[in-house]
């Protein structure tokens, strides 16, 4: 694809990769060791990559690989992980991330895969593209020494203290667990393990290597940060399948005398906060939206997840991007939905970029409404359509790429 002047948008090669990392260590400050490299195009294989470039400078980077991703009522699809977008800073603003997303949407498209989903580094750029944030999660801060946990909070013990590398099979078999009934959460590749557990130095922000805490139904991954007002923990990866789990756990931090202040990201609506006699000590800091998503096909998209409620409704779709919208009756019974274009009226207007917001249920549709991106002809049907799409669980990132 050339895109006028001399850039040109084009599969990667093996060739690009010594120039696409050094566009990646600029922009991502990615690490130079041979080692996390080699991990790194493990993930993501340059081959499947795609390049910007201009005569034989690559100017800008995408990658990508095909991620099974759990959706809400404990399915799964597969989606294309988008990765590494990158644009050489003297290139800005020419359109070369226009073309690179066409690019990788078509091969999407060609793949047949319903849906698109990345981490996104700034909020303004890809609602334009079709795609809307899909999960809440805060950071919290939480002085530890003032944290007790109400009488009616559960003690059910169980952790252990473990060390790396003797837990790493159980913490994945637990994450994995966790995947299966969780939306959001992608099925995990074994280098995107080698890496958490090679814990590069450049991700420790100056604290310790990593420490486990170990149940049978769920682990904590931490370091400490030595500062002048007291040893901290940041809890880097917390997964847990049940709540003794999640309250055995947060014991246990609890437990750790010489910390004055605990750090974490807890999903919306995380119950930690209600097992404190004060839940005012876990403050929020930061919000984030861990993943964004964009159906690529709608009807495949809708129909691969499972509803809360029975729903009939007609959704007029905009997707001024790609042109894949349209108006569509979705019926929900029992969960199980279909999905067909349709000539009839539509109950709701809204943009492709809402529905991925809504798809894994974390969003509520009446804040859409409200901000006038959802457009209602009934408004009774608001409330069915919002808790058709809740899910039991809250979504949540599984791993970062
Ligand atoms: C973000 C980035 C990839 C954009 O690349 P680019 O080639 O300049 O983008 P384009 O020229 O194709 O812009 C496409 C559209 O997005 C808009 N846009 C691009 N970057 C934007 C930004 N940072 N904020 C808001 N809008 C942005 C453009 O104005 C353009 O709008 P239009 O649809 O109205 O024409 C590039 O600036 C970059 O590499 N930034 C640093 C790394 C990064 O943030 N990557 C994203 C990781 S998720």
Redesign the pocket.
């Known amino acids: 694809m050339t895109m006028g002047s001399e850039i040109t948008v084009r599969p990667a090669t093996a060739a690009d990769v010594e120039q696409i990392w050094l566009l990646g260590a600029t922009?991502?400050t990615w690490p130079s060791d041979q080692w996390y490299r080699e991990q790194a195009m493990t993930l993501f294989p340059p081959e499947d990559a795609i390049v910007?470039v201009d005569g034989d400078r690559v100017v800008?980077h995408t990658k990508a690989r095909t991620m099974t991703l759990t959706v809400p009522g404990e399915r799964t699809v597969e989606a294309t992980g988008?990765?590494?977008?990158?644009?050489?800073?003297q290139?800005?603003?020419?359109?070369?991330?226009?073309?690179?997303?066409t690019e990788q949407h078509r091969r999407t498209e060609a793949a047949g895969l319903p849906l698109t989903i990345?981490?996104?580094?700034?909020?303004?750029?890809?609602g334009?593209?079709g795609y809307g944030p899909t999960l809440r999660e805060s950071r919290v801060s939480i002085d530890r020494r003032f944290a007790e946990f109400l009488p009616t909070a559960p003690d059910p013990g169980g952790v252990q203290l473990a060390a790396l590398p003797e837990a790493a099979e159980a913490i994945k078999a637990i994450y994995d667990r966790f995947r299966q009934v969780t939306p959001g959460v992608q099925h995990r590749p074994e280098a995107s393990w080698a890496t958490r557990f090679a814990d590069p130095e450049g991700w420790r922000s100056g604290g310790t290597g990593l420490f486990v805490l170990l149940h049978a139904d769920g682990y904590v991954l931490y370091r400490y940060h030595h500062r002048d007002s007291g040893t901290e923990v940041e809890v880097v990866e917390m997964r847990t399948v049940t709540a003794d789990a999640h309250v055995a756990l947060w014991r246990t931090l609890f437990g750790l005398e010489l910390v004055t202040r605990i750090e974490a990201v807890l999903s919306e609506h995380d119950p930690l906060p209600y097992l404190l006699t004060d839940l005012r000590l876990v403050r929020t800091e930061a919000r984030y939206d861990g993943l964004w998503l964009r159906l690529m096909d709608v009807p495949a998209a809708l129909t691969a997840r499972e509803y809360r409620a029975d729903l009939d409704v007609v959704l007029a779709v905009h997707d001024p991007f790609r042109g894949a919208g349209g108006t569509f009756a979705l019926t929900a019974r029992d969960g199980k939905a279909e999905c067909v274009p349709t000539s009839a009226a539509a109950d709701f207007e809204l943009g492709i970029d809402v529905l991925g917001s809504l798809y894994l249920g974390a969003y509520p549709a009446r804040v859409f409404a409200a901000a006038n991106r959802l457009r209602v002809k009934d408004s009774g049907q608001l409330e069915a359509l919002e808790y058709a799409f809740t899910a039991d669980r809250d979504a949540v990132l599984g791993w970062h790429f």
């Open positions: 922009l991502f910007a800008g988008i990765a590494g977008v990158t644009v050489a800073p290139y800005r603003r020419r359109g070369i991330l226009r073309a690179m997303y990345f981490t996104a580094s700034q909020g303004a750029i890809y334009r593209f």
